[in-house]
């Protein structure tokens, strides 16, 4: 079975927030609201300062607490391709996954529904891209099959070296940023 | 130096995670406050005191069906899609502690409402004398009250671990990250429930047995709040920052004044004295307490959403 997953290069990545626009779009995500997100990350002391721009979203961990503190099932893991999902209709909105997500990804839909990225299933189904990654125009994102050691994103992984987010949490995020 | 900016402004979530209010704080002080209502009449059921005119047996269990019910109402107003309330009781999610909770709550009541039975209060018999003949019978049997007895003990031991479990099975927030939650809040809300039972008791060896019992919970429960102190600050990086929110933040004062001061410390000496006959059994210790075990829960729960894995 598939894992999908994203890899992104933070060196061509600029902070042009199409991405966040693309997904506002594709998705309909309301005014306010966000399902991505541009992180500006500077580290070091003056003058030695290293700066890393990217792009942030959920990260369709491999062990989603988010999934695992659900009380109705409406948080998710899905087929093909192993993206975590909401049923909207199943979600009471307790607000739990909101609070397990290390990387605060999540938020309430006005609706009453807890929300998040999708990775664009229903482009994905169809063959496409996410919206984010199909606007991209410095091409750092990159989307596909983290287990298909023939797919783009598992040949980056295996060139470059690569970090996720917090991996002290545990939830072994599948969005992995090229340094 | 690291600074973090984002494009992000969700509401509840940025600059920080503020999703729970006040409503589950409450619902997490009742539930541990009726737990231990229902472990200390179970106690009393199981060791055949029902015969005696006891606060325990004829007021906890009506006023933990109230309480609890409160709690529950507190809980329903904190869900942001209330028309799917019922899809809790459509499954049982096995890793979720909120599932546990949801259906422990529903066993909880059949054991509050069959230890009412046992000693119904004589307002209640008055208004309905079918429920008198019943009390009646329920009472004659001791196996069947020391059944409801125990029903209660081990009810109120799942119901009051749960409302920690329920924080510290949320591995995002470093401040909960401890298994040393359900057993505090269990033995803060023994502690509320023998500090409430102190106050209405009518009789004085009720009155004393009840404030001797707190002493013996405050005494554990800042036991347990040292050892959850330690274990934060022997773990991660993150578990430290969290600590530190205890400990020098901004959630200090009002952690260690209202909850370990006023709501542990400070009663414990007025009990001690009461119980040692150098002063009478007045009503600020017991309300002392259950105005620490609600400041513990604000507390944990607030801090623990303030907690964060990111430096």
């Not at chain 2, 949320?170 to 401890?178: D, Q």
Request: proline content about 6%; hydrophobic content about 50%.
């Amino acid at each position: 079975m598939a894992r999908y997953g994203m890899v992104i290069d933070t060196r061509r990545c600029v902070g042009c927030m199409d991405c966040v626009v693309a997904c506002k779009t594709e998705n309909e995500v309301p005014e306010g609201l966000n399902r991505d997100w541009i992180a500006c990350d500077t580290r070091g002391v003056f003058p030695t300062l290293h700066m890393e721009i990217r792009t942030e979203r959920c990260n369709h961990c491999d062990n989603p607490p988010c999934v695992t503190c659900c009380p109705t099932g409406a948080s998710h893991v899905e087929e093909p391709g192993r993206v975590v999902l909401v049923t909207p209709e199943v979600c009471i909105g307790c607000k739990a996954c909101l609070a397990s997500c290390p990387y605060d990804a999540r938020f309430v839909n006005p609706a009453g529904y807890a929300d998040k990225c999708t990775f664009c299933v229903h482009r994905v189904k169809e063959g496409l891209d996410p919206a984010c990654v199909a606007v991209c125009p410095t091409y750092c994102m990159h989307f596909g099959d983290l287990d298909d050691p023939h797919s783009e994103v598992a040949r980056l992984l295996e060139s470059r070296e690569h970090h996720a987010l917090l991996p002290a949490a545990g939830t072994e995020p599948r969005i992995h940023y090229l340094g | 130096m690291r600074e973090l900016i984002l494009t992000r402004h969700n509401d509840l979530i940025d600059p920080f995670v503020r999703v729970w209010s006040w409503e589950i704080p409450l619902y997490l002080f009742l539930g541990g406050w009726v737990a231990g209502m229902m472990i200390i009449n179970g106690y009393f059921l199981l060791r055949g005191r029902h015969r005696e005119d006891l606060c325990v047996c004829s007021v906890l269990p009506g006023l933990a069906v109230v309480l609890l019910s409160l709690g529950m109402l507190a809980l329903f107003l904190d869900l942001e899609h209330k028309r799917y309330v019922w899809r809790l009781y459509t499954t049982f999610e096995i890793a979720s502690p909120m599932s546990w909770g949801a259906w422990i709550l529903l066993l909880v009541y059949p054991a509050l409402l069959a230890a009412a039975l046992v000693r119904v209060p004589p307002l209640l018999r008055a208004l309905w004398p079918s429920l008198d003949r019943l009390a009646d019978t329920v009472s004659a049997r001791p196996r069947t009250v020391r059944a409801i007895g125990f029903a209660n003990v081990a009810m109120g031991v799942l119901l009051g671990t749960y409302t920690g479990i329920l924080l510290s099975g949320l591995g995002a927030r470093p401040l909960w990250g401890s298994a040393l939650l359900g057993p505090l809040f269990l033995l803060s809300g023994l502690s509320s429930a023998a500090a409430f039972t102190h106050l209405v008791a009518r009789h004085a060896e009720e009155r004393v047995l009840l404030a001797k019992s707190d002493n013996v919970f405050l005494l554990v429960e800042l036991f347990l709040i040292a050892l959850f102190l330690i274990g934060l600050l022997s773990a991660s990086e993150a578990h430290i920052r969290a600590a530190r929110l205890l400990l020098g933040g901004p959630y200090t004062a009002v952690f260690w004044v209202f909850v370990v001061g006023l709501g542990i410390v400070v009663p414990l000496l007025v009990q001690s004295l009461a119980v040692g006959h150098r002063i009478r059994h007045t009503a600020l210790a017991p309300v002392l307490v259950l105005g620490g075990g609600l400041a513990l829960r604000f507390v944990i729960v607030y801090a623990g959403q303030f907690s964060h894995w990111a430096g």
